[in-house]
Nanobody, 127 residues
């Protein structure tokens, strides 16, 4: 499966953005999806994940209550809605997927467990 992320840009602190991740090659319905981000000079970190069925979602503590991960299997697309953005959210955001039929994900934040990655989209939050 190939992933293409988009929707990044420049936004002021307190603003919102929605990132999209379009999958091609395979139906997304059989895959768990996740978003990771990498800030300048830092390691890539987990942001959010969603089980294939949409039943379970997982968030990093730093984004809980502000970010919402979702997916539309009919459009083969995943999303992350980011509200109340902070300058520390500035990073390249990448979507990832792994073949996973479970309703509850094990280690949803394990970067190495994801086999498929999009190219990343830059989000810059100004203060």
């Amino acid at each position: 499966v190939q992933l293409q992320a988009s929707g990044g840009g420049l936004v002021q602190a307190g603003g919102s953005l929605r990132l999209s991740c379009v999958a091609s090659g395979r139906a997304l319905s059989g895959y768990a999806m996740a978003w990771f981000r990498q800030a300048p000079g830092k390691e890539r970190e987990f942001v959010a994940a969603k089980a294939r069925s949409g039943a379970r979602t997982y968030y990093a503590d730093s984004v809980k209550g502000r970010f919402t991960i979702s997916r539309d299997n009919t459009k083969n697309t995943g999303y992350i809605q980011m509200n109340s953005l902070k300058p520390e959210d500035t990073a390249v955001y990448s979507c990832a997927a792994r073949l996973d039929s479970d309703l509850v994900l094990s280690s949803p934040d394990a970067e190495r467990s994801y086999n498929y990655w999009g190219q990343g989209t830059l989000v810059t939050v100004s203060s």
